[in-house]
């Protein structure tokens, strides 16, 4: 129940039979922070937040309130507060009586929790809906019903569990600025568990991206967004252009790739053996279309898709060398338009490639979208 | 709702009929229809009329020979006295064991089926075995006079705990498999949230679980009542038939194959049909206090 200075996960593991879904997830929690566990489906993320809530206990490590061991305690007495995919909102209470059942587990004293439940509904705005049923309720009120549940008593961690993916895009975005909203005005500590990077990039403070059970990259959403640990994180993180290729030369953080047909220019994340496979990532909207005068990373290349995404088009277009790209842009293109394409070699970024696992789209085969 | 204005043509008639729940897919009802109509309406009716037409008397008299007679009238709370327990027992033994139940578990078909053997034994052989298990010289006596427990044997047969025990062992893995779909039909979610907001099992059980199975509790409970309540073979199998199980359908069976007396048999039928209905409409009023919505489950 008590505010913590830092939560701290120390190798953290659960197996289900003989399967890793978490392997040794280390991170250290600062009171106040928003982080965001990010990753596909399967990747552990939410099986780290089971761990966290105590719905799950773990196969292998320890979880630490500042001096105080918790993985070994029950959900009931951790008090974390958590908001689930499903809302599970109490289908035979009123929605005062939701926000209530927190407060009224701790055995407040009836004024306290009638004015603290009273103060968290006008918090997420349901006055006029407090003795409706759940079931009487839209998705986004029924949203806001459990992140008031969770917070009311003001728990040490706020646990959020894909809470947005069951809303349409309209509600989502205003959902996720409430959510902000909230974790501002109130500083709650929150772990919020998403496979919308977008989300996780707009709402957290730090990022955990995991693959596979398996911490990738612990950052900065600016971090994240422009320096990518490795190839895998940047696919997850938009760059939607992924090239095998060869090292021709490299010189720092420098290095010549060759792909494709194509000598490019771009800046090394990691370290790199020459004559290694490489990962190229580029994000679409980093590819410019008739850069003034660039002579660097230049490609001459016909337009094959356009979609029409309000201020931008998206694109996909080929290479003379048969390489197919994303793009982004303002410039009004259509599908035949021979263009001139350049990426800046600071915003090309040169990853090792891992032998084993092959890249989902190796960008040649034609009409891959995604 | 059809929204034809006065000016407008109407829409055809058949698509005006279906907008009402008529078309083809009723005749699907016919079958169900005359079953019911044969098998039952026809035959309730028949009884009904019957027991308005005694041997003697006014239509009522037969209603009025039942509720004078001291005897007879005793038959409804000897039925009642060994059904409502029963049904009660039923229902709430099988809330613990569905409840740790639901989720799965390696072996749990084995669980299921074991417990729910019994239906398939029948009355006759269930009231054999319990006369062997139960009897003075059964099993159980044996060995209670065997560890000195008792001093001679404790009777458990023919009389209220013959039938009582009978009425368990069948009336169980009924309310058992109700309870358990049930259960399954609420989402554990809702456990898991409640324990995050602090509730112990205790409390998630008597808070979040139990009032969301009341309306099925309720229904299992009139189920296995009405069951019960209609208990005959083993009144007189492992009971005492002439004495303090003489339940109200043995009545019944009295005055229509001992007596002939069927307008007789048939008053007493219906007075039978209106107690159950009496206890029905009780549960059922209590169970609307309730709430009875979607609980998110699977089931």
Same mark, same amino acid.
């Given at each position: 129940?008590?505010a913590?200075t830092?939560?701290?996960?120390?190798?953290v593991?659960?197996?289900?039979?003989?399967?890793?879904?978490?392997?040794?997830?280390?991170?250290?929690?600062?009171?106040? !922070?928003?982080?965001?566990?990010?990753g596909?489906s399967?990747?552990?993320?939410?099986?780290?937040l089971?761990?966290?809530?105590?719905?799950?206990?773990?196969t292998?490590g320890s979880?630490?309130q500042? !001096? #105080?061991?918790?993985?070994?305690?029950?959900?009931?007495?951790r008090?974390?507060?958590?908001?689930?995919?499903?809302?599970?909102?109490?289908?035979?209470?009123?929605?005062?009586?939701?926000?209530?059942?927190?407060?009224?587990?701790?055995r407040?004293?009836?004024?306290?929790?009638?004015?603290?439940?009273?103060?968290?509904v006008?918090l997420v705005r349901?006055? *006029?809906?407090v003795?409706?049923?759940?079931?009487?309720?839209s998705?986004?009120?029924q949203?806001?019903?459990?992140?008031?549940?969770?917070? $009311?008593? !003001?728990?040490?961690?706020?646990?959020?569990?894909?809470?947005?993916?069951?809303?349409d895009?309209?509600?989502?975005?205003e959902?996720?600025? !409430?959510?902000?909203?909230?974790?501002?005005?109130? =500083?709650?500590t929150?772990?919020?568990?998403?496979? *919308?990077?977008?989300?996780a990039?707009?709402?957290?403070?730090r990022?955990?991206?995991?693959?596979e059970?398996?911490?990738?990259?612990? +950052?900065s959403?600016r971090?994240l967004?422009?320096?990518?640990?490795?190839?895998?994180?940047?696919?997850?993180?938009?760059?939607r252009n992924l090239?095998r290729?060869?090292?021709?030369?490299?010189?720092?953080a420098?290095?010549? $790739?060759e792909?494709? +047909?194509? #000598?490019?220019?771009?800046?090394?994340v =990691?370290?790199l053996?020459? +004559?290694a *496979?490489?990962?190229?990532?580029?994000r679409?909207?980093?590819i410019?279309? *008739?850069?003034?005068?660039?002579?660097r990373?230049?490609?001459s290349?016909?337009?094959?898709v356009?979609?029409?995404?309000?201020r931008?088009?998206?694109?996909?277009?080929?290479?003379?060398?048969?390489?197919?790209?994303h793009?982004?842009?303002?410039?009004?293109?259509a599908p035949?338009d021979?263009v001139?394409?350049?990426?800046?070699?600071?915003?090309?970024l040169?990853?090792?490639?891992?032998?084993?696992?092959?890249p989902?789209?190796?960008?040649?085969?034609?009409?891959?979208t995604? | 709702?059809?929204g034809?204005g006065?000016?407008r043509p109407?829409a055809?008639?058949?698509?005006r009929?279906?907008?009402r729940?008529?078309?083809?897919?009723?005749?699907l009802?016919?079958p169900a229809?005359v079953?019911?109509?044969?098998?039952?309406?026809?035959?309730?009716?028949?009884?009904?009329t019957?027991s308005?037409?005694?041997t003697?008397g006014?239509?009522?008299?037969?209603?009025?020979r039942?509720?004078s007679?001291?005897?007879?009238?005793?038959?409804?709370?000897?039925?009642l006295?060994?059904?409502l327990?029963?049904?009660?027992? &039923?229902?709430?033994?099988a809330?613990?064991?569905?409840?740790r139940m639901?989720?799965?578990?390696r072996?749990?078909?084995l669980v299921?089926t074991?417990?729910?053997v019994? @239906?398939?034994?029948?009355?006759?052989l269930?009231?054999?075995?319990?006369? &062997?298990?139960?009897?003075?010289?059964?099993?159980? &006596?044996r @060995?209670?006079l065997?560890?000195?427990l008792?001093?001679?044997p404790?009777?458990?047969?023919? &009389?209220?705990?013959?039938?009582?025990?009978s009425?368990?062992?069948?009336?169980?893995?009924?309310?058992?498999?109700?309870?358990l779909?049930?259960?399954?039909g609420?989402?554990? %979610?809702?456990?898991?949230?409640a324990? %995050?907001l602090?509730a112990?099992?205790?409390?998630?059980?008597?808070?979040?679980?139990?009032?969301?199975?009341?309306?099925g509790?309720?229904?299992?409970?009139?189920l296995?009542?009405?069951?019960a309540?209609?208990?005959f073979?083993?009144?007189v199998?492992v009971?005492n038939p002439?004495?303090?199980?003489r339940?109200i359908s043995?009545?019944?069976?009295?005055?229509?194959y001992e007596?002939?007396?069927y307008?007789y048999a048939?008053? @007493?039928?219906? @007075?039978m049909?209106?107690?159950e209905?009496?206890i029905i409409?009780?549960v059922?009023?209590?169970r609307?206090?309730?709430? %009875?919505g979607?609980?998110?489950?699977?089931?």
């Amino acid at each position: 129940m008590s505010a913590f200075t830092q939560l701290r996960l120390d190798g953290v593991s659960r197996r289900f039979g003989g399967q890793a879904a978490l392997s040794e997830l280390d991170l250290t929690i600062e009171a106040g !922070e928003f982080i965001a566990l990010l990753g596909p489906s399967g990747c552990g993320k939410s099986t780290a937040l089971n761990c966290l809530a105590g719905l799950l206990p773990l196969t292998e490590g320890s979880i630490w309130q500042d !001096e #105080r061991r918790i993985d070994t305690l029950p959900p009931e007495r951790r008090g974390f507060g958590m908001v689930f995919q499903s809302y599970a909102l109490f289908p035979h209470m009123t929605v005062r009586a939701n926000i209530a059942f927190g407060l009224r587990m701790r055995r407040l004293p009836k004024e306290e929790t009638r004015r603290r439940t009273a103060e968290a509904v006008r918090l997420v705005r349901l006055e *006029d809906h407090v003795d409706k049923l759940p079931g009487q309720l839209s998705g986004g009120q029924q949203q806001r019903v459990a992140i008031a549940r969770a917070v $009311v008593f !003001e728990p040490s961690l706020v646990l959020m569990d894909e809470p947005l993916s069951n809303l349409d895009a309209k509600l989502r975005l205003e959902m996720r600025t !409430e959510i902000r909203r909230l974790h501002q005005s109130l =500083g709650l500590t929150t772990v919020y568990v998403t496979h *919308d990077q977008e989300e996780a990039l707009s709402l957290a403070d730090r990022l955990v991206v995991l693959r596979e059970g398996r911490v990738q990259q612990i +950052g900065s959403p600016r971090e994240l967004h422009t320096r990518p640990a490795n190839w895998h994180v940047a696919d997850f993180m938009g760059y939607r252009n992924l090239w095998r290729g060869r090292v021709e030369q490299s010189e720092g953080a420098r290095a010549t $790739v060759e792909a494709s +047909g194509l #000598r490019l220019l771009g800046e090394v994340v =990691g370290g790199l053996q020459t +004559g290694a *496979d490489v990962m190229v990532a580029v994000r679409p909207e980093d590819i410019r279309v *008739d850069g003034p005068g660039e002579t660097r990373n230049a490609m001459s290349a016909t337009v094959e898709v356009v979609e029409y995404q309000g201020r931008e088009l998206a694109a996909e277009a080929r290479t003379d060398t048969g390489l197919l790209l994303h793009l982004r842009t303002e410039q009004r293109i259509a599908p035949g338009d021979q263009v001139k394409l350049a990426v800046d070699p600071q915003r090309l970024l040169v990853y090792q490639a891992d032998a084993q696992t092959q890249p989902k789209r190796l960008a040649d085969a034609p009409g891959a979208t995604r | 709702m059809s929204g034809a204005g006065p000016g407008r043509p109407l829409a055809h008639w058949q698509h005006r009929l279906a907008e009402r729940g008529v078309d083809r897919q009723l005749w699907l009802l016919v079958p169900a229809l005359v079953f019911v109509i044969a098998l039952f309406l026809y035959p309730f009716f028949y009884g009904l009329t019957l027991s308005f037409q005694p041997t003697t008397g006014g239509p009522f008299s037969d209603y009025a020979r039942f509720f004078s007679d001291s005897y007879e009238r005793g038959t409804i709370w000897i039925t009642l006295r060994i059904a409502l327990p029963a049904a009660l027992l &039923n229902v709430l033994a099988a809330v613990p064991i569905a409840y740790r139940m639901r989720g799965r578990f390696r072996g749990k078909r084995l669980v299921t089926t074991l417990l729910v053997v019994p @239906i398939t034994l029948g009355t006759v052989l269930t009231a054999q075995g319990l006369l &062997n298990f139960l009897g003075p010289t059964g099993w159980f &006596n044996r @060995i209670l006079l065997a560890s000195n427990l008792v001093d001679e044997p404790v009777r458990l047969t023919h &009389n209220y705990w013959g039938v009582f025990f009978s009425l368990v062992i069948t009336g169980f893995p009924f309310a058992f498999l109700l309870v358990l779909s049930y259960l399954s039909g609420i989402d554990p %979610t809702l456990e898991r949230a409640a324990a %995050t907001l602090g509730a112990d099992w205790r409390r998630r059980f008597t808070r979040i679980t139990l009032p969301l199975l009341m309306p099925g509790l309720a229904t299992t409970f009139c189920l296995t009542f009405v069951l019960a309540f209609s208990v005959f073979p083993s009144a007189v199998l492992v009971g005492n038939p002439a004495g303090e199980t003489r339940v109200i359908s043995l009545a019944a069976y009295q005055a229509a194959y001992e007596q002939y007396d069927y307008p007789y048999a048939s008053a @007493i039928a219906m @007075i039978m049909g209106f107690v159950e209905l009496v206890i029905i409409a009780v549960v059922l009023a209590a169970r609307s206090r309730f709430y %009875t919505g979607s609980t998110g489950g699977k089931g």
